[in-house]
């Protein structure tokens, strides 16, 4: 069986023979020569007594994927001291056109064959027996020259640069090539520019072998450089990693990647193949995987997940799995997670030790997972566990979880998250028990009240980064209850989260909320509704608020004098405060209050419980002193008005009745 | 039970009919296109900075807007309508710094490119090094964020949620006006065009 070199042996030998022969002149052609897949076509080989021309019109190596035509050698004969000859001259090539210098020499136990050309140069040399290995040297070899041939495996190569030095060893017995190959300064480009290389240093082993079927391993340690493959970047470190690849020709002429594999000491390692699906897309078997996540989450999630929209996103923890990604999607999946912790800077997400799985399979897709306290929004959620079923269709709680929330307890009887024709959708209920809203407060940082929530949310959905929700929340607080419903948000998880609600509020108890504001001292009952609140980056953009005074109150219904300042600021400057009568009481009673406000572009509309002369009636005093507020600002801005009522909580207002 | 006969039948379906097509009420929704167009302007401005001559321009149109993105403090209460919330000005400024560290000089130099949605996308990545392209792909994907984010909220804050579509198209054609020579647009066929 004729090796794969045969016809550059041939070409070879004949030089070294023609070299060596007696001193004679003769023309010799060949029209077509054949070995294998690789054909020699129009050789003429010219002896002079000091010269030798060798010119091929076609040379074509199918199996190394090399095709040259007119090429031409030319060479004079010397003498290769102490005991040999040379050939020393120039090459050319008409198509790809190239040209460089050439050296052919005998020595009494070495044959070898020298080109040079544009700083790059090849040698090969062989021992004088019959079936010698050929001893191959590459040195700065323009990658590019390979691109074609990569092209032939990786048609979405755009560009390749860099140099090869390589010292391999042939055997024809064989049909091996192996040894040592270094590359330099690397360049490669995708033409999606999604995946590329810049600046790369990879040394390591090549073993090629050119049977009918060729095959490729390269084994290399610590590269370093640049890669970027899609959402992931990495700038790769000294660090002693390795990256193995394997390349195989199969029946069809394509070249398959049956193994690809890294090892990142500092904490990453997975090995996969990669092959050509039906439809020409990616078939990727992850067969191993393992992260130790401090270490690597920074280096290999860092820009895809500042992407995602989560920079600094900090990741501790073991991850272990293996999985099948065809058609642009996970077709299963496995991943083993010890003692993650997830904490986001931004303080949305925060998630201690979760031990467990999460497997996605059509088959045997059920799942457990613990979790040893989480945060979401600053608000802590207990221990937990959770038991679900994850198939590429849907992943499905299948039993109800139950995690301790605030002092009382949240319990989410169904979850179900659905490919939706815009993204995934997750369906949940949630059922919330007596949680309280001193530890809310407290959590959030607001001022501190106590009371507790409870309710119910049914119909929860979350979908493209927001959620809408039917149900209520039912609080009891501040003596009274508060009914919260139509929650909703965008881009929770987002730039400028918004929170959407409406809210009902019945017998609140205003000695208690006057209290907490720190608003002074009001004794009566308050009812009234905030429709359509709208949050924006956690402040109120928008909201229809009617708020007044229960009738039914049972007590004596009076007002403290630095409560009536606060309501005198929130009109606008009270009208009836300024009367030096009212500085020699320290409160009022009264039989009415009522404000309105409705919110929009930054300005809250105001009204009150009816029209007064240019005004309209925030207070309405009852007995002796008869105190009246009116509001004369129909119109006050927003960021005014929080200023305003900042004053009244700090004592900043003037003080009614507080003359020197 | 009895049968309607056919004639009678038809009488009263026609008289519903009939009923049916004068009780059609029209329902005119106006997008107050021109302020948009005036305000999203303004709003471009601020981020990319107006260059003179798109500043000496002549917009044919009165200043005061329906839609007010002034940062002046306190005299609101004359405004119909605006996006005057501090979230909003903060995405604005966002958008203005990320514009000056990064965006800049990569719609200056073809990679970048403006699409009809009112994004932006990366149209020639290979024009940039590898760490570049990693942090301007962490850019683009903010800034898309952002620029989503207030299309929306200027569609709520106006009580309109179903005008986003309208706003995005108005901004997408303000931005595509107010792009510097040599910058790249997406056209109505989806080609990337040079200015």
């Known amino acids: 069986m004729p090796t794969a070199s045969s016809i550059p042996r041939l070409l070879f030998g004949s030089l070294i023979l023609v070299m060596t022969g007696p001193a004679l002149a003769w023309k010799l052609e060949i029209g077509k020569l054949r070995s294998g897949d690789h054909v020699a076509e129009g050789i003429t080989v010219v002896k002079d007594i000091d010269r030798v021309q060798l010119q091929v019109q076609t040379l074509d190596l199918a199996g190394l994927d090399l095709r040259q035509t007119g090429l031409r050698v030319d060479c004079s004969l010397g003498r290769q001291e102490p005991a040999g000859r040379n050939c020393r001259g120039s090459l050319r090539v008409q198509e790809p056109a190239w040209t460089g210098t050439l050296r052919v020499h005998q020595t009494t136990d070495e044959n070898s064959l020298g080109i040079e050309t544009a700083g790059a140069s090849i040698l090969l040399s062989a021992a004088r027996t019959p079936a010698g290995d050929i001893n191959i040297k590459l040195r700065s070899l323009p990658l590019a020259w390979l691109r074609p041939r990569l092209q032939t495996a990786w048609a979405e190569l755009a560009a390749l640069a860099g140099k090869l030095d390589a010292q391999l060893r042939y055997a024809p017995a064989t049909a091996r090539v192996q040894g040592e190959l270094a590359l330099h300064e690397v360049e490669f480009d995708s033409t999606d520019a999604e995946i590329a290389g810049a600046g790369l240093q990879l040394k390591g082993k090549l073993d090629l072998r050119l049977a009918s079927l060729p095959e490729l391993r390269l084994d290399f340690q610590a590269p370093r450089g640049q890669l970027l493959f899609g959402p992931i970047y990495l700038e790769l470190p000294e660090a002693a990693s390795a990256l193995g690849i394997w390349l195989r020709q199969d029946q069809a002429g394509s070249w398959q990647l049956p193994l690809i594999s890294w090892n990142d000491p500092l904490g990453l390692a997975f090995s996969a193949s990669v092959q050509r699906d039906a439809a020409d897309g990616l078939d990727i078997s992850l067969s191993e995987f393992h992260a130790e996540l401090e270490q690597s989450a920074e280096r290999y999630l860092g820009s895809a997940l500042s992407s995602a929209g989560f920079p600094g996103l900090l990741l501790a923890g073991k991850a272990d799995g293996r999985g099948r990604f065809i058609g642009g999607q996970w077709t299963s999946f496995e991943l083993e997670l010890a003692d993650l912790s997830i904490r986001d800077p931004q303080q949305r997400i925060e998630v201690e030790r979760i031990d467990g799985s999460l497997r996605m399979d059509p088959v045997s897709g059920d799942n457990a997972l613990r979790w040893r306290g989480a945060r979401l929004f600053q608000i802590p959620l207990g221990d937990g566990g959770a038991q679900w079923r994850w198939t590429p269709e849907q992943l499905l709680l299948s039993q109800p979880l139950q995690i301790a929330l605030l002092g009382g307890a949240m319990r989410i009887p169904s979850l179900v998250r659905r490919r939706g024709d815009d993204g995934a959708e997750w369906q949940v209920a949630i059922e919330l028990d007596q949680l309280d809203m001193l530890n809310l407060a407290t959590a959030l940082d607001w001022p501190k009240f106590s009371g507790s929530l409870s309710g119910s949310l049914p119909g929860l959905v979350f979908k493209q980064g927001g959620f809408s929700s039917d149900g209520d929340l039912a609080l009891s607080v501040f003596g009274g209850t508060m009914r919260v419903s139509g929650l909703g948000s965008e881009r929770t998880f987002g730039v400028a989260p918004t929170l959407g609600a409406n809210i009902q509020f019945d017998n609140l108890e205003l000695k208690q909320l006057s209290a907490v504001l720190d608003f002074g001292e009001i004794d009566g009952w308050l009812d009234g509704r905030v429709e359509s609140l709208r949050l924006l980056d956690w402040a109120p953009v928008a909201f229809n608020a009617q708020l007044r005074t229960d009738a039914a109150f049972p007590g004596k219904k009076r007002i403290s004098q630095r409560a009536v300042e606060g309501l005198s600021a929130v009109g606008g400057g009270g009208s009836a405060a300024g009367n030096p009568i009212m500085r020699m009481f320290d409160s009022f009673p009264y039989a009415e209050i009522g404000l309105s406000c409705r919110l929009a572009e930054d300005v809250c509309a105001m009204a009150g419980l009816d029209e007064a002369a240019g005004g309209y009636t925030i207070l309405r005093g009852a007995g002796i002193p008869r105190l009246t507020v009116v509001g004369h600002q129909r119109k006050v801005d927003w960021p005014v008005l929080l200023s305003r009522l900042r004053a009244v909580s700090a004592g900043q207002a003037p003080v009614i009745g507080d003359d020197p | ?195």
């Open chain 2, 1 to 195: 039970m009895r049968k309607w006969p056919l004639n009678r039948k038809t009488g009263i379906v026609g008289l519903l009919v009939g009923m049916l097509l004068t009780a059609c009420v029209t329902i005119n929704v106006y997008f107050p296109e021109a302020e948009v167009e005036e305000a999203a302007g303004q709003f471009i401005d601020r981020v990319i900075g107006s260059e003179p001559e798109a500043a000496a321009a002549p917009q044919g149109k009165p200043m005061s807007s329906r839609f007010d993105f002034s940062l002046i403090g306190t005299a609101h209460a004359a405004a119909d309508l605006s996006i005057e919330s501090p979230a909003i000005k903060a995405i604005q400024q966002r958008m203005a710094d990320r514009f000056a560290a990064t965006l800049a000089e990569h719609f200056d130099s073809g990679v970048l490119g403006l699409k009809r949605d009112g994004l932006i996308e990366i149209r020639d990545p290979g024009k940039v090094g590898l760490s570049a392209r990693a942090s301007l792909k962490q850019a683009v994907a903010d800034d898309n964020r952002d620029r989503a984010a207030v299309y929306r909220e200027i569609a709520v804050a106006n009580g309109h949620p179903e005008w986003e579509a309208e706003i995005r198209q108005t901004f997408a054609e303000q931005w595509i006006g107010k792009a510097r020579k040599g910058w790249y647009y997406e056209d109505g066929k989806g080609q990337w065009v040079q200015k």
